[in-house]
């Protein structure tokens, strides 16, 4: 079963970056599509970016210029570029994996999440 941990958290005023990582660990035997959802305070988790293993990219409207999503297939790791930063980016951040497992099935794994917070 693969685990993900999420690092690269933490407060940064309006304007200001983050890099957020997240490493896929233990008994890999293929993970696909790799991406990163969010949840603020009263609200739903939402899709941030997802990228495929072939690295093609998604992202919600609202994060459309301002973050990137990437890859690195060698570390099993995902990254979220953030630049320019709102207050409402505010978040839970939460890393996503669709991993093959050695069974043969299909599961999505999630992390526990990490937070960032965006002053005015």
């Known amino acids: 079963q693969v685990q993900l941990v999420e690092s690269g958290g933490g407060l940064v005023q309006a304007g200001g970056s983050l890099r957020l990582s997240c490493a896929a660990s233990?008994?890999?035997?293929?993970?696909?599509?790799m991406g990163w959802h969010r949840q603020a305070p009263g609200k739903q988790r939402e899709l941030v970016a997802i990228?495929?293993?072939?690295?093609?990219?998604n992202y919600d409207d609202s994060v459309n210029g301002r973050f990137t999503i990437s890859r690195d297939n060698s570390k099993n790791t995902v990254y979220l570029q953030m630049n320019g930063l709102k207050p409402e980016d505010t978040a839970v951040y939460f890393c996503?994996?669709?991993?093959?497992?050695?069974?043969?099935?299909?599961?999505?794994?999630w992390g526990k999440g990490t937070q960032v917070t965006v002053s005015s």
């Open positions: 996503n994996a669709q991993e093959l497992e050695l069974t043969n099935n299909w599961y999505s794994r």
């Open positions: 233990g008994m890999i035997r293929r993970i696909t599509d």
């Open positions: 990228i495929t293993s072939g690295r093609v990219t």
